[in-house]
């Protein structure tokens, strides 16, 4: 009973009066577009996950006593009707692609449970007549928030991010690893500030210059982890 109105309290504090912010927002757009077809898939490594989290998994919240509530997708970020039934990977890949689309792109999903090899990414590419294929590994994707106070929270992600050619096979390869500190606002719900810095580190990822000029074919080369060319 005790550990119900712990969850009650923070999906309480979680929705507040505040209205979710529109899909729009959500969703990541860079400032350029790619000039061939390209397939997004988000794959789950995380950790956690591997350790018993279930795939929803996205976070953790610290109620009443400083007592810790796990957030899942459907407790956080179940903004649209279909959110409900998705893991971080699908969500993740379902707001990549509304906002590539939203941009111009021509972009599809594609879903990977593992990093394919550079023949399976080739022979998807045949089939799907596209040119790329983005893959985020997610190896992180955590946060942990106090409910009690509004100031700051933790959002760590780790995140490897692979492009596959069409006819050249793995042209980039990068990893990201950071912490950032997420000032809260005190008008937002704690539903928008994970939402946009969701949004934020997605947009971070896919502004890679090195990435960006990749997708746009103006690298021949392919890089190595180091990001300088081979």
């Known amino acids: ?73 459907d407790t956080l970020l179940a903004t649209e009707k279909d959110d409900k039934s998705l893991t971080l990977s699908q969500w993740l890949q379902k707001r990549i692609v509304l906002g590539l689309t939203d941009k111009g792109w021509q972009v599809k999903p594609a879903d990977f449970d593992s990093l394919p090899s550079e023949t399976m990414a080739s022979d998807t590419l045949t089939e799907q007549t596209s040119q790329h294929l983005l893959v985020l590994d997610l190896q992180e994707w955590f946060f942990s928030i106090n409910l009690n106070w509004v100031s700051s929270f933790n959002f760590d992600t780790e995140v490897n991010t692979y492009l596959f050619d069409k006819d050249k096979g793995l042209t980039h390869q990068t990893s990201l690893k950071e912490r950032d500190v997420i000032d809260e606002k005190a008008d937002e719900s704690p539903q928008n500030n994970v939402l946009r810095a969701y949004r934020d580190q997605l947009l971070q990822i896919l502004s890679d210059p090195e990435l960006k000029a990749h997708i746009l074919q103006n690298k021949p080369t392919v890089t190595a982890d180091s990001g300088t060319a081979l």
């Not at 912010?21 to 000039?35: G, R």
């Not at 077809?37 to 989290?53: A, H, Y």
């Not at 976070?59 to 509530?69: D, L, Q, Y």
Request: aromatic letters at 12%; one cysteine or more.
């Open 1 to 73: 009973m005790f550990k119900f109105l712990m969850v009650f309290f923070a999906i309480f504090m979680l929705t507040g009066c505040v209205t979710p912010i529109n899909l729009q927002e959500q969703t990541p757009s860079p400032e350029y577009q790619n000039q061939q077809p390209i397939l997004i898939s988000v794959i789950d490594n995380r950790k956690r996950v591997k350790e018993g989290k279930p795939e929803n998994f996205i976070g953790r919240a610290h109620a009443t006593f400083g007592i810790p509530v796990d957030w899942n997708v």
